[in-house]
């Protein structure tokens, strides 16, 4: 019996670190940076950090921001880009009040064939694949953007916090509505 015992113990004791490794986690870092929409590009000043964990079920990511409006509504959004670098979804990812601070702390996650909370009707949202070519939470490329939503309307604050609020086909800014802040991560090494 204790012959027995020892050998299972054993066996689970090679087979741990193996699972373990064909789930772990991969933890990137990146600058949140200012979004210029009309070039749809990133560049300093750094206004924060953003991190993305990745693993075989899905990504989570931390979203820490200065210098945004204090008492506006702000979004946080996962672009996700496939390897062949088309944007295959937009989805809501975080969003709440911002205080007199500017200071914006964010956290989401999303799994591997999550569908919901798309940006727009007319736009990509086809969530994380399963498929590594078709880019899943390893393979992916993942753009966080801070969209602005205007000063929070008691009335509202949900929906602002909840939504793109975009209901024209291909706008996606207007006055008081745009992405102003953003990170990018490459796939996962």
């Known amino acids: 019996m204790k012959v027995a015992l020892l050998i299972a113990a054993a066996l689970v004791a090679l087979a741990v670190p193996f699972a373990a490794q064909a789930d772990s986690a991969t933890r990137q870092t990146a600058d949140v940076l200012l979004w210029t929409e009309a070039t749809t590009t990133l560049s300093p000043p750094v206004y924060g950090a953003a991190s993305l964990v ?5 990504i989570a990511m931390t979203f820490h921001t200065t210098g945004l409006p204090a008492g506006d509504a702000v979004t946080i959004w996962w672009i996700l880009i496939d390897p062949s670098g088309n944007v ?20 989401g996650s999303l799994a591997e064939g999550d569908t919901s909370g798309c940006f727009a009707t007319w736009f990509p949202c086809d969530g994380l694949s399963t498929d590594p070519a078709k880019g899943d939470s390893r393979t992916a490329t993942v753009l966080l953007l801070a969209r602005v939503h205007g000063p929070a309307d008691p009335g509202r604050i949900p ?6 609020e975009t209901t024209d086909d291909g706008v996606t800014c207007s006055e008081t509505l745009c992405q102003v802040q953003g990170a990018i991560f490459s796939p996962a090494p």
Not at 91 to 105: K, L, P, R, S, W
């Open 54 to 58: 990745r693993n075989e079920r899905g």
């Open 88 to 107: 295959v979804s937009a989805q809501y990812a975080a969003g709440h009040v911002i205080g007199n601070d500017g200071v914006g702390d964010f956290a």
């Open 159 to 164: 929906t602002q916090i909840h939504t793109s």
